[in-house]
């Protein structure tokens, strides 16, 4: 199974980019979807943005589309969430998460492996 470790986070001001990073170990890192999820207290986990292992195909949710990009470099093991124009709406921890292969949609139940999280901060 694959365990994987995220980084990046900070505080920044509105406006500002910022990537985070996620490194997985383990074996085969290529047969698995690779995903960033985000969290703030008292609610849900929700999904940002998610590639495929087969055809690298993305998937956003909406409010990060246009400004998040995910990324995926198969030889260093690593996914990376780019994220633009940021808001102080985007403040939480984000986690990064695997999961083999599956179609389109993504779910928390879904998730093979979890990071620990990584909290961005945006101020106003």
């Known amino acids: 199974q694959v365990q994987v470790t995220e980084s990046g986070g900070r505080l920044v001001q509105a406006g500002d980019s910022l990537r985070l990073s996620c490194v997985a170990s383990?074996?085969?890192?290529?047969?698995?979807?690779m995903g960033w999820f985000r969290q703030v207290p008292g609610k849900e986990r929700e999904f940002v943005a998610g590639?495929?292992?087969?055809?690298?195909?993305?998937y956003n949710v909406d409010s990060t589309k246009g400004r998040f990009t995910i990324a995926r470099d198969n030889a260093k093991r690593t996914v990376y969430l780019q994220m633009n124009s940021l808001k102080p709406d985007d403040t939480a921890v984000y986690y990064c998460?695997?999961?083999?292969?599956?179609?389109?949609?993504?779910?928390?139940?879904?998730?093979?492996?979890w990071g620990k999280g990584t909290l961005v901060t945006v101020s106003s």
């Open positions: 998460a695997a999961r083999m292969s599956r179609g389109s949609k993504w779910s928390t139940a879904d998730i093979d492996s």
């Open positions: 383990g074996v085969t890192f290529g047969s698995y979807d």
């Open positions: 590639i495929s292992s087969t055809d690298g195909v993305t």
